[in-house]
């Protein structure tokens, strides 16, 4: 059985810790005997290098470099190609994580098959999602992600320290901030709240810097260093290594040197601080929308802890100690606590009884950083919004159940599509959308109107789930996860009321002396079936015999049990003769008179009739008066005439006696679906 460890899969470094058997957490150091190693891949003709030799690679100026992929983690568009091949986030990071993975066994001397990976807190469901299947394709069994934040408390309060108190955890790595806010008491962390945002990290202080420094290049020699991608790169490593150094300095200087010309730049902290103030504002802003969410103020916040790499600038603790009063919190490796807490979190996963009983250790509650919503409109139907469902901040793992009532039929498809949002604002663009939920398997029940209990889920990872019961008969209902099309646009316009269109129909139903027996018993039955898949709240049908002469059985009618009661009572013996000398249409043209919808005739007919011509004439008539007919023959049947009588090829029908169910039931799907033109019954 293998070794689990913690791994703090970081945007600039990424470190692997474990705890040992004393119950102590400690970081397990890579090949070349460093604690982080660069999350950086460099891909050469014949090999790939990661860490240390690709950071180098990447100073030397080598091209083929991947690096900050963290960033686009769960992002369909980004991809880059490397010697012909495409890799994504989750690609490129699996390539990561494995060597990891193999370092960490070298170290231990032992196989390594589990792990607790961090995320930063604000990662979303198709970003959680990416990293598990990150790990799962370097060969790891993914135990639990963990929030960067909330692992760095739990290391922090295995220590001892902090009882009784509100910790602010203030989480600046290389590409991401977060800001969390937990409460640690007694053997509990219980995290309040969280926020932050993906993109923005200690990367952007270089960039920042970077472009500085190139205007001063422009404004001296007049050349611009952004035309020129490799040079642009190397400046970038010269400015990180700038940042660096004013951790310890109050200044230092950037040489530039490109095409004979010559930059020699001073940068004190105060400009540096100067170019990126607005960088802190941001993480200002964040803090502050997280107190008022989780309605607390600076007065309840008992420390600040500082993790991740971009926390040693001097400008973070000066700023930290002016919002807050205090000093940030010293003897915390910002570089290694979040790792040491992923590893108290695989050790809790592994052997959770062992794990409680061990001295410090604490059980932890974490929340989510989105609202889980859906795709609705509002009440005055004016616009599409999202109806969050899951508010964030809500402690994981949480689940809401809503209702939705839904009509079935009995030949439709019967599915319920549901578009699934993360986000806080009331806009649906303004979101992001995790997916098309398909909702299907319903079963037909008889009036058509059912429940749908939809669940919606925040596991303990805070990766999103669907589940669907049908009310009526608790059958657990089938969800499939689809893409979101491209097109979205839609969600920003004004919603179309979806009009259902009255439907009325006459069904001619030949009761002459040749429909008797298994032929009128198979109409009745077909009749029935057809009745039984129209949806009745907005179909009206009467049934009208003919022979020698016409009777209404009933007039324009919804309500099923009196009309299947009028299909019970056709008979060849109706009284109506037993020739076909009478046409059913001029009947059927009164009945409908009054109709506003769409008006349908239905004939059903075995033989020849005597009065052909007179029937076409009629049944162009009907055409007239905006009326389709659909003839359906079988028997002795004239197909010619059929074709006459129908109002198109496509609606002149032939079948076998024993088909008369199914022909029928394809009549009553055509006629559900017709959205406008020419009915077509396939």
Not at 67 to 84: H, L, P, S, V, Y
Request: glycine share 8%; proline share 2%; with cysteine.
């Amino acid at each position: 059985m293998g070794k689990c460890i913690g791994i703090d899969l970081g945007t600039t470094f990424s470190v692997v810790a474990k705890v040992d058997s004393n119950g102590k957490a400690q970081i397990i150091k890579n090949r070349y005997g460093s604690t982080t190693t660069p999350s950086v891949i460099a891909f050469l003709d014949d090999e790939i290098l990661i860490g240390e030799d690709a950071k180098e690679m990447q100073a030397s100026g080598h091209e083929d470099i991947a690096c900050f992929f963290k960033r686009n983690m769960g992002e369909d568009e980004f991809q880059m190609n490397f010697n012909n091949v495409d890799y994504n986030s989750e690609k490129l990071s699996s390539i990561l994580l494995k060597q990891l993975k193999e370092d960490a066994e070298t170290y231990l001397q032992d196989k390594v098959d589990k792990a607790v990976i961090t995320v930063p807190a604000y990662f979303n469901n198709k970003q959680r999602q990416a990293t598990i299947k990150a790990g799962e394709m370097a060969g790891l069994k993914v135990l639990k992600i963990i929030n960067e934040p909330t692992a760095a408390a739990l290391a922090y309060g295995v220590t001892g320290r902090g009882v009784n108190k509100n910790i602010l955890v203030y989480d600046l790595g290389g590409g991401t901030f977060d800001v969390t806010i937990a409460n640690i008491e007694n053997n509990n962390i219980r995290v309040l709240g969280t926020d932050g945002d993906h993109r923005l990290g200690g990367k952007d202080w270089d960039d920042r810097l970077a472009s500085y420094l190139s205007d001063k290049f422009l404004e001296q020699y007049d050349i611009d260093l952004l035309e020129d991608i490799d040079t642009f790169n190397e400046l970038l490593v010269k400015c990180e290594k700038a940042k660096k150094e004013l951790t310890a300095r109050e200044q230092t200087k950037v040489v530039i040197n490109y095409k004979g010309n010559r930059g020699n730049y001073e940068i004190t902290r105060a400009k540096f601080k100067e170019i990126t103030s607005d960088l802190l504002g941001r993480t200002e802003l964040l803090i502050d929308n997280l107190l008022n969410d989780i309605s607390l103020s600076w007065n309840d916040i008992d420390e600040v802890l500082l993790i991740g790499g971009s926390t040693r600038m001097k400008m973070v603790h000066d700023f930290i100690e002016k919002l807050t009063g205090k000093m940030a919190l010293s003897g915390v490796n910002v570089d290694e606590a979040v790792a040491l807490g992923a590893a108290i979190q695989a050790k809790i996963e592994e052997e959770p009884e062992e794990t409680f009983a061990l001295p410090g250790y604490k059980s932890i509650s974490d929340v989510t950083a989105h609202s889980l919503g859906m795709v609705s409109i509002s009440e005055d139907f004016s616009k599409y919004i999202n109806t969050k469902i899951i508010n964030k901040n809500s402690t994981i793992p949480s689940s809401e159940k809503k209702p939705f009532k839904f009509r079935t039929r009995r030949n439709g498809s019967n599915e319920l599509e549901v578009y699934v949002l993360q986000g806080e604002s009331n806009l649906p663009l303004e979101c992001s959308i995790l997916g098309k939920y398909v909702i299907s398997g319903m079963d037909h029940i008889n009036n058509g109107e059912t429940v749908i209990d939809i669940t919606y889920n925040y596991d303990s990872n805070s990766v999103v789930e669907v589940t669907a019961i049908q009310r009526e008969n608790n059958k657990k209902l089938n969800v499939r996860v689809e893409s979101v099309p491209e097109d979205m646009e839609w969600l920003g316009l004004e919603p179309v009321r979806e009009t259902k269109v009255q439907n009325d129909i006459v069904i001619c139903i030949d009761l002459s002396g040749s429909m008797n027996g298994t032929a009128l018993n198979n109409a009745k039955i077909a009749a029935k079936r057809f009745i039984n898949d129209m949806d009745l709240e907005y179909t009206n049908i009467s049934l009208i015999g003919f022979a020698d002469r016409v009777g209404v059985f009933t007039s324009l009618s919804s309500n099923e049990r009196n009309l299947n009661n009028k299909v019970d009572l056709l008979s060849e013996n109706s009284n109506l003769g037993y020739g076909t000398s009478a046409e059913p249409f001029s009947k059927a043209m009164d009945e409908l008179n009054e109709s506003n919808g769409n008006k349908f005739i239905i004939v059903l007919t075995d033989g020849e009739w005597f009065n052909k011509q007179d029937a076409i004439n009629k049944a162009k008539e009907c055409a007239n008066h905006d009326i389709e007919i659909i003839a359906l023959g079988f028997g002795s049947a004239d197909k010619t005439f059929l074709n006459s009588i129908a109002t198109s090829d496509e609606q002149s029908l032939f079948t076998d006696v024993t088909a008369l169910e199914t022909s029928f039931s394809k009549i009553a799907q055509a006629i559900t679906e017709n959205t406008g033109g020419n009915l077509i019954i396939k």
